[in-house]
């Protein structure tokens, strides 16, 4: 088997393809699916600033309806390897109604599973 000449790249193919988070249900559409994707130290910082830890983010995402991706445009997607089996992800993300915000993910690869450690979205001003 020949190496890959560009692992970063199939990287980058494999996470855009869980971007945006939780809202991809191939990925998962229940409370179980979501804990398997977060790290234990999983948090996240919202568009107003507000701090939010796992457990409330895992509470949110089952009193709300999946939101499926079909919404929702990705762009000016980049993966950065920032440490062993660590990457960062950033990409722009337009919703429908016209919020435009700036997404990044912090992914770690555990035991051949993505999981998500760190994610923050900063909405544009327009």
Known sequence: MTPDPNPLAAIAHELASREPIFHRPEHGTNRADFENMM???????????????????????QQRAMLAGDDL??????????ASDTYLVTYQ????????????TLWRAEAGRWKIVYHQGTLIAT
């Open 39 to 61: 790290a234990e130290e999983f948090c996240e910082v919202g568009a107003s600033g507000q701090k939010y830890t796992r457990e409330f983010v895992l509470a949110t995402l």
């Open 73 to 82: 445009f990705v762009s000016d997607f980049v993966c950065r390897c920032i």
């Open 93 to 104: 993300l337009a919703q429908k109604g016209g919020r435009l915000s700036r997404r990044s």
